[in-house]
């Protein structure tokens, strides 16, 4: 199995859209492993002059190439897996997570988030990241434990969808914004278009779960990615939906506009898993959710609402 770098350039990377028809600029084979870098930042919230803060050669070029850039993930990709098709699974995991600044940003933005209707001025912070201790320091000295994980990592979508932009989370990924997804950690989504196309970027380096005032801690990350191509059996699609797994729980996950549909979506998925690896009815699987299985609010800011449902793993496989 082979190892790539992909860094992020001008030619490599999208800015806050995904769409079937953008081509690979990297192909790999199944089993494969890549070194991303993945960018954040834009003009408005990059560090002073004399702030002692750097910012990476790399995005003061992106940002060069984009004159006038305003809101938008900085996705690095798409990367290609040789014979992927639509219908088949690609699993991805994700090997390590490290930080690839030493600051990140938050920011409120008036009209969005959770409570637009109390919060109407723009609100910055610039964080220091201190790299070498994995923790980052709040303008009135709170210092918090990073934990990183990348917002955004999504196929491409559906060709019917069109250009969708990476702020919601849709049945190709995208914005999922689940802090659950860091290193030593696997997503699984379903496969659109020949390739599959996965793009990452989005990197949080600390997150709670909501991400209530529409940004985390936006930071640039470097990530390590193995993936792993499963093919459909019988001309049944290997999966239906976004799913992933850590090394403690298995995870599933509803995206809706309305939150009590995302938390519907992300039951009937817990269901469908459990009833697929045992052999318990959807009755005893339903009843076991309620036992046993928690759901939490995995943001309520990108238009499509998340939840995800944590099983934690030995209490039935």
């Known amino acids: 199995m082979a190892t790539h770098t992909l860094r992020a350039t001008p030619e490599t990377v999208r800015l806050g859209v995904f769409d079937a028809i953008f081509p690979p600029v990297l192909t790999i084979a199944s089993g494969d492993t890549v070194a991303v870098e993945c960018l954040s930042g834009r003009p408005g919230v990059l ?15 992106i940002v060069e190439a984009n ?13 290609a897996i040789e014979g992927a098709m639509p219908g088949d699974m690609l699993e991805i995991r994700i090997e390590s997570i490290e930080p ?21 001025e723009p609100h910055l912070m610039v964080i220091p990241i201190d ?20 917002g955004v990592m999504g196929v491409a979508p ?26 030593g950690s696997t997503l699984f989504l379903p496969v659109h278009v020949p390739g599959a196309n996965f793009s990452v970027g989005d990197g949080h380096g600390v ?9 985390a801690l936006e930071t640039c990350l470097d990530g390590v990615f193995t993936f792993v191509l499963h093919k459909a059996e019988g001309g049944k ?68 609402k998340g939840v995800h449902g944590l099983l934690k793993k030995g209490l039935l496989f």
């Open 158 to 183: 559906p060709p019917a969808f069109g250009r969708v932009s990476s702020k919601e989370p849709r049945i190709h990924g995208g914005n999922l914004d689940n802090r659950q997804l860091q290193q």
């Open 100 to 120: 690839g600044s030493d600051w990140g940003w938050n920011m409120i933005r008036p009209l969005a988030g959770t409570l637009p209707e109390d919060f109407h």
């Open 47 to 61: 560090p002073e002059p004399g702030s002692g803060l750097t910012i990476p050669p790399a995005l003061a070029a």
């Open 237 to 304: 699609p290997a999966l239906a939906y976004p799913r992933a797994e850590t090394p403690t729980h298995f995870i599933s996950m509803g995206l809706h506009e309305d939150l009590d549909q995302a938390m519907k979506t992300a039951l009937r998925e817990m269901i469908a898993f459990i009833t697929a690896r045992t052999n318990l009815s959807p009755e005893q699987a339903y009843a076991f959710c309620s036992l046993a299985v928690d759901f939490h609010v995995t943001q309520t800011v990108n238009g499509e």
């Open 207 to 215: 997150q709670g779960d909501g991400e209530v005032c529409v940004t």
């Open 67 to 79: 004159p006038g850039m305003t809101t938008g993930h900085i996705c690095t990709g798409p990367i």
């Open 131 to 150: 790299r070498t201790r994995k923790t980052c320091r709040l303008p009135w000295g709170t210092e918090l434990p990073l934990a990183p994980f990348f």
